[in-house]
Nanobody, 128 residues
């Protein structure tokens, strides 16, 4: 079992920055892939970023490449999402998730069904 708790969401102006955090507990944090997803009102949940268990591999959704950075701190059992140059279209509820099934450190899956554990979400609103 893995428990995930996100924090760091809020209201920010376009062009600003936010850093989301996701604290994990339960199974050994260093053994699984972590991902960030988001869901805007009326839209499907989409992959934002993922990081391998050893931080060697990262993957990003096309809409956030070059603006968002995912990282993890094993000692703190926390994964971060640094979001820069925010746009109104980044407005969504952001969820962190854990993929316990992918063992290859060179692979970051982007499909929702591969992530077995989810946080409750944190809301990000970007004003124009």
């Amino acid at each position: 079992q893995v428990q995930l708790v996100e924090s760091g969401g809020g209201l920010v102006q376009a062009g600003g920055s936010l850093r989301l955090s996701c604290a994990a507990s339960g199974r050994t944090f260093s053994s699984y892939v972590m991902g960030w997803f988001r869901q805007a009102p009326g839209k499907e949940r989409e992959f934002v970023a993922g990081i391998s268990w050893n931080s060697i591999t990262t993957n990003y959704g096309d809409s956030v490449k070059g603006r968002f950075t995912i990282s993890r701190d094993t000692a703190k059992k926390t994964v971060y999402l640094q979001m820069n140059s925010l746009k109104p279209e980044d407005t969504a509820v952001y969820y962190c998730a854990a993929d316990l099934g992918t063992m290859n450190p060179k692979v970051i899956v982007t499909t929702i069904r591969e992530y077995a554990y989810w946080g409750q979400g944190t809301k990000v609103t970007v004003s124009s």
